[in-house]
T-cell receptor
Framework: GQSLEQPSEVTAVEGAIVQINCTYQTSGFYGLSWYQQHDGGAPTFLSYNGLDGLEETGRFSSFLSRSDSYGYLLLQELQMKDSASYFCAVRDLNSGYSTLTFGKGTMLLVSP | IAGITQAPTSQILAAGRRMTLRCTQD?????MYWYRQDLGLGLRLIHYSNTAGTTGKGEVPDGYSVSRANTDDFPLTLASAVPSQTSVYFC???????????FGEGSRLTVL
């Protein structure tokens, strides 16, 4: 089966930088995704890493090391609106079918 | 702008009753998914479908069934609801071959 580990909660102040780590164990690994979910809302896609290295999208960056089964989401210039839950998810390819398995989520609390 | 539409948004149901959660997408995505989200457990995959006419079991399929008669619709049925099925249910879709899922707004189900 698949398993993902990420911290349950992270706190930071406005303007700071925060890193949310994710380690995973899976067979048929095909990529690591990150999603944001505000309280009461739907998860929304942030980034995807299929290959090792850093992907940057505005204030958010995501990193993957397949040899270490590890990735992280980096949020820069934190804003109050970044307070949300963040989920890493691994994409598996088994028997030609692609599914996403999610971690339990990291709640980010940004304070003034 | 539609994307994915789920119905109902909220429902209270007596144990033992049958319930179908509806999900429709207008993006012509091949793959569709049903997840349940419970506090502290993240998003867990119930069932998925990679293309019309095919379905597969996810991590927590017991007590649920799905069908995929066409590309747009992916209903989730609880044949005989139990209190442990109280949860928020999210339908999602993706183009086959990507790590990006598009989620509906969720259906909050309470089984008493």
């Amino acid at each position: 089966g698949q398993s993902l580990e990420q911290p349950s909660e992270v706190t930071a102040v406005e303007g700071a930088i925060v890193q949310i780590n994710c380690t995973y164990q899976t067979s048929g690994f095909y990529g690591l995704s990150w999603y944001q979910q505000h309280d009461g809302g739907a998860p929304t896609f942030l980034s995807y890493n299929g290959l090792d290295g850093l992907e940057e999208t505005g204030r958010f960056s995501s990193f993957l090391s397949r040899s270490d089964s590890y990735g992280y989401l980096l949020l820069q210039e934190l804003q109050m609106k970044d307070s949300a839950s963040y989920f890493c998810a691994v994409r598996d390819l088994n028997s030609g079918y692609s599914t996403l398995t999610f971690g339990k989520g990291t709640m980010l609390l940004v304070s003034p | 702008i539609a994307g994915i539409t789920q119905a109902p948004t909220s429902q209270i149901l007596a144990a033992g009753r049958r319930m179908t959660l509806r999900c429709t997408q207008d993006m012509r995505h091949n793959a569709m998914y049903w997840y349940r989200q419970d506090l502290g457990l993240g998003l867990r995959l119930i069932h998925y479908s990679n293309t019309a006419g095919t379905t597969g079991k996810g991590e927590v399929p017991d007590g649920y069934s799905v069908s995929r008669a066409n590309t747009d619709d992916f209903p989730l049925t609880l044949a005989s609801a139990v209190p442990s099925q109280t949860s928020v249910y999210f339908c999602a879709s993706s183009d086959r071959g990507t790590g990006e899922l598009f989620f509906g707004e969720g259906s909050r189900l309470t089984v008493l």
